[in-house]
């Protein structure tokens, strides 16, 4: 009988090392002093929480949340491993049971609400165009170029140039991000591109001129070259 008691200890705690990978106690994380980004996965979408450069942080923002979108059940932040593969209710830095809210008049696939902070989204394997990863449909209040030294906005786009760039965006087509790096696509003259919601919510997309590419994974077409390269050559007068 002992031995089936021992034989029946063993299998459960065999069973609990192959299926919580998050228990800490059990796999020995976190296995290295990691700086997250502040990151948060609900409903299969990473988002991002984008802190604002000094030069920017005065600068109003406002929410209104509405339904509760669900909790986080499990910080990151001194518990995960280094190579932890994120799950809905994750969170780098939020504490566990942080409520997760919606903002009122903008798709949750876009942008939510946890512990009084913005978080915009970041990855959506569900979305296949720059438009279904960035639902900003006459969301965005203004484009600017931010200073790759010290983030300040340093020129606005026009209006026309706002919405040409916009119509534009959204039909892009989503690469594969690792491949466009191996491919040497996100390489050579960096640029800053701040986009500013209605709100005020405002988040930062970089954009390398010389491919014509973006960091998300998105190539730009020709509207995409011309309006940035019509909007540098304002910016330089």
Known sequence: MKV???MI??????????SCSNFTFLNGCPDAEIEWVDVLMTND???????LEPANENL?????????LGKVTYRMAGSAC?????QNGDAAYLKEGTIIFEIKGYPTSLIIAADDAVYVANTNKNAKTAGELYPMDKLVK????????????IHTFSQSSKDTFLAAFNDLKLEDAQSLIDEGKLEGTRIFLDIELNNGVSFRRLYWSDSNTFHFGA????????VINYELSNLKK
Do not use: C, Q, W
């Open 82 to 86: 280094s190579n932890h593969k994120m």
């Open 45 to 51: 979408i990473k988002y991002e929480h984008h802190f």
């Open 60 to 68: 109003p923002i406002t929410i209104e949340k509405g339904k509760e």
């Open 4 to 6: 089936f008691k021992s």
């Open 9 to 18: 200890f063993i299998s459960v705690f065999a069973l609990l090392l192959s």
């Open 219 to 226: 190539i730009g077409n020709d509207k995409i070259k011309e």
């Open 142 to 153: 203004n484009i600017y170029f931010e200073s790759t030294e010290d983030g300040k906005r």
